[in-house]
């Protein structure tokens, strides 16, 4: 079955550590997108990727790396500088062209801070 | 930047009943329009979609949804609601010539009673 998906599903990491959610595509995906969401402020975006090797900043990208070595993974790092990363992450993925033009996404990750 | 509205957070609604979602979005271009849903530690799963063509637009799980161009309008509706049916609900929007780009509302918490 073709889909998106996100690992682990919860994720629990100590004040001051990096951590790494992983997304993968096999939809064949040239987009690849990550959003935070917290409860009543619906999905914001962290970063997006149109194409392997290039990515961009969303609208809240500061504590926050990725990278796009490969089509169908996109990774993101949640780093020490992120003062309050506690939240649902979830990925997404999009055609560049053609008939599906809407975004895809995995089943989440919860990551909280302990 | 586009930005969409969802002018309610939450909506009781009572089991059978109709129900409408309000969406607004502030894009003078053309745009695609989506509605997802979101159950509880869950991804976004794709409602329905308007791309083009007739403004009614008809989806899975008995949902339908009009696009209204003069209102900047894609308002959610579903003439008898089911228990099942209680989740939240995302709008969004991208515009045609940049559709790399998706743009949410802040979520409809619909709560359906017996």
């Known amino acids: 079955d073709g889909g998106i998906t996100q690992s682990p599903k919860y994720l629990f990491r100590k004040e001051g550590q990096n951590v790494t959610l992983s997304c993968e595509q096999n939809l064949n995906h040239d987009a690849m997108y990550w959003y935070r969401q917290d409860p009543g402020q619906g999905l914001r975006l962290i970063y997006y990727s149109q194409i392997v090797n290039d990515f961009q900043k969303g609208d809240i990208a500061e504590g926050y790396s990725v990278s796009r070595e490969k089509k169908e993974s996109f990774p993101l790092t949640v780093t020490s500088a992120q003062k309050n990363p506690t939240a649902f992450y979830l990925c997404?993925?999009?055609?560049?062209?053609?008939?599906?033009?809407?975004?895809?996404f995995g089943q989440g990750t919860r990551l909280t801070v302990v | 930047a586009q930005s969409v509205t969802q002018l309610d957070s939450q909506v009781p609604v009572f089991e059978e009943a109709p129900v409408e979602l309000r969406c607004n979005y502030s894009?003078?271009?053309?745009?695609?329009l989506f509605w997802y849903v979101q159950y509880p530690n869950q991804g976004l799963q794709l409602l329905l979609k308007y791309l083009s063509g007739s403004t009614l637009v008809k989806g899975i799980n008995g949902f339908e949804a009009e696009f209204n161009k003069s209102q900047t309008s894609f308002h959610l509706r579903k003439p008898s609601v089911h228990i099942s049916d209680t989740a939240e609900y995302f709008c969004a929007v991208s515009d045609k010539y940049n559709f790399n780009k998706f743009y949410f509302g802040s979520g409809t918490k619909l709560n359906v009673k017996p």
């Open positions: 894009s003078s271009v053309s745009v695609y």
């Open positions: 997404a993925s999009s055609e560049k062209q053609g008939k599906d033009t809407e975004a895809f």
